[in-house]
């Protein structure tokens, strides 16, 4: 067969032109010495051109868009409660010892990402370097979820999946903050792609690949051990892998030594004890939401357009499917059946499903519609996946605005008037004075920002009915006759979800002759409540 010239000329491989005297043996010497390095030169430069190009340029139009919609007003609002335990425990691995008193290494998750964050804060130690760093990691799991999404689908599929994380509300809301979630979603989703490469070449180094991001996924936060569920779920149903039971047993051996390093580091440290406090009132603790309790409330988070493409796409190419919607599906299915019948769930629990469930969208938004030009079913879609899009960002941009609301759910975004209620008893409470809170979440702002100590009327004196990080207030009305506090906090949120202790602590104010000595600027309203909007923060002094 004739070869082809890059060209394009074709030729039977040998023919070097004429071959007439030593001056066209030394012109075909100087072409097969300099020409082809030229052509491949120029090759490689337009090669790197259409790539700059496509897929480049989108490429770099969806992670702008990311970080502008994960760093926006990234400080308007204050920590909310798990943003003020995570930094305060980084501040204090980074060295920071007036919080460590009240903000200990060793609290109730492992330390990955506090760890890491402590090393940004050793640098510049401010609530914008600490979001920031969450929402660096929030725009890695964009690119990341491009690779998946390329790696599984091509590249197109791979830029609508991208996209649609990038202004997806549920993923924009979580990666603002100072959670653990946020990398949780990163290294599981990393470890996704390893499985996709792994399931492409059959190379251990893949799957061991995987091994290793799960255990940094479990090491940042422990609940991410159910996506070894889905993993077992997935390989279980794929014939392929039954003869690789030796790859299966070296990766689970590899993620059980990595995460063993927390358990370890506890009993070194001396913390044996705390792991097992938390774990018992994991185990044992009253549910905090109902049974159903995501169905009706994240399908408006993820968006029903991404759902109903995901779906739609399942139907309408049911006829490829292969291992990879197995792959895609069990990765969402278990942790949504898991946490649907655990007693125990949080709003970013269910954050891993969100790339799995932009991938799948973008499966079917990147396949033309079956109209009869190919370019209008092109055009057609492009349209389709543009519109899914919008349908996310409108609600991400309004829901990443300051919420001055009392009904918010933990880890759905900040606390009002936390931050200005802390500085104010950083720099009007003298050192050494004691405040009582009604609950924890509102005393844990203000420990971080005011530096004083805040106890909490509402933790219970019953060890299993309370984190085993807060103290009970035994008997808070001998306290205040004994003088143990000086000052007791009023907060319009702790106030709104429990009228008992809200009573209760405006109740002892009185008793004990409380004057008001600080009213946050911040007003929020109740839904629940017709009246007006009332102060975030009230702080009383009050004498014995």
Same mark, same amino acid.
């Given at each position: 067969m004739p070869a082809r010239s890059d060209d394009g000329r074709t030729g039977d491989g040998n023919d070097t032109g004429p071959a007439a005297g030593p001056a066209a043996t030394a012109a075909a010497v100087s072409t097969a010495v300099a020409g082809p390095p030229r052509a491949t030169a120029a090759k490689l430069a337009r090669r790197l051109a259409r790539r700059l190009a496509y897929p480049g340029l989108p490429l770099l139009a969806v992670l702008t868009l990311a970080v502008i919609f994960r760093f926006w007003q990234l400080t308007a609002v204050g920590f909310n409660t798990d943003e003020a335990v995570y930094t305060g425990s980084a501040t204090s691995i980074a060295g920071n010892t007036t919080l460590a008193p009240m903000f200990p290494v060793f609290r109730a998750h492992p330390l990955l990402f506090q760890t890491l964050l402590s090393l940004v804060l050793r640098l510049h130690d401010s609530d914008w370097a600490a979001r920031g760093f969450a929402a660096g990691v929030g725009v890695a799991t964009v690119a990341v979820t491009y690779l998946l999404g390329k790696k599984l689908y091509g590249t197109t599929a791979g830029l609508v999946a991208a996209l649609l994380l990038a202004v997806m509300p549920y993923h924009v809301i979580v990666s603002r903050q100072v959670l653990l979630d946020g990398l949780m979603t990163f290294f599981a989703t990393a470890a996704l792609y390893c499985v996709a490469r792994y399931?492409?070449?059959?190379?251990?180094?893949?799957?061991?690949?995987?091994?290793?991001?799960?255990?940094?996924? @479990? =090491?940042?936060?422990?609940?991410? &051990?159910?996506?070894?569920?889905? =993993?077992?779920?997935?390989?279980?149903?794929?014939?392929?892998? %039954?003869?690789?039971?030796?790859?299966?047993?070296?990766?689970?051996? =590899?993620?059980?030594?990595?995460?063993?390093?927390?358990?370890?580091?506890?009993?070194? &440290?001396?913390?044996?004890?705390?792991?097992?406090?938390?774990?018992?009132w994991q185990l044992f603790r009253r549910s905090n939401h109902e049974t159903w309790f995501y169905f009706p409330l994240l399908p408006s988070w993820i968006g029903p357009a991404v759902l109903l493409a995901a779906l739609a796409g399942l139907i309408w190419l049911r006829r490829e499917a292969t291992w990879r919607e %197995?792959?895609?599906? &069990?990765?969402?299915?278990?942790?949504?059946?898991?946490?649907?019948?655990?007693?125990?769930?949080?709003?970013?629990?269910? =954050?891993?499903?969100?790339?799995?469930?932009? @991938?799948?969208?973008?499966? &079917?938004?990147?396949?033309?519609?079956?109209?009869?030009?190919a370019m209008a079913g092109k055009v057609a879609m492009g349209a389709v996946a543009m519109a899914v899009a919008a349908s996310l960002a409108v609600p991400a941009w309004a829901r990443s605005q300051p919420s001055f609301s009392t009904n918010f759910l933990a880890g759905s975004g900040g606390m009002i008037g936390g931050r200005e209620a802390g500085t104010w008893i950083l720099r009007h409470v003298p050192a050494g004075s004691r405040l009582l809170a009604i609950g924890p979440s509102t005393a844990n702002v203000l420990e971080y920002y005011g530096h004083r100590p805040v106890s909490a009327l509402s933790v219970s004196t019953n060890p %299993?009915? %309370?984190?085993?990080?807060?103290?009970?207030?035994?008997?808070? *009305?001998? *306290?205040?006759? *004994?003088?143990?506090f000086q000052y007791v906090v009023w907060d319009a949120y702790t106030a709104a979800h429990s009228d008992f202790f809200a009573a209760e602590t405006l109740r002892l104010t009185a008793k004990y002759h409380g004057r008001v000595v600080y009213t946050s600027a911040s007003r929020v309203r109740n839904p629940a409540r017709r009246d007006a909007p009332e102060p975030a923060v009230v702080i009383y002094e009050v004498y014995p």
């Open positions: 399931m492409e070449t059959g190379r251990l180094s893949w799957l061991l690949a995987c091994g290793s991001a799960m255990s940094a996924s @479990i =090491l940042s936060k422990e609940t991410s &051990a159910v996506l070894l569920g889905a =993993l077992y779920v997935f390989f279980a149903l794929t014939p392929a892998m %039954r003869g690789r039971v030796r790859h299966l047993a070296l990766t689970l051996a =590899l993620v059980l030594a990595e995460v063993a390093i927390w358990p370890v580091m506890l009993r070194l &440290a001396r913390h044996s004890n705390t792991g097992q406090s938390y774990l018992v %197995r792959m895609l599906l &069990a990765w969402v299915v278990v942790p949504v059946l898991f946490f649907t019948l655990w007693p125990v769930k949080g709003f970013q629990y269910l =954050l891993p499903v969100a790339p799995a469930l932009a @991938i799948l969208a973008g499966r &079917a938004l990147s396949r033309p519609l079956p109209l009869r030009r %299993r009915d %309370r984190n085993p990080s807060y103290a009970p207030v035994v008997n808070p *009305d001998l *306290d205040l006759h *004994d003088g143990v």
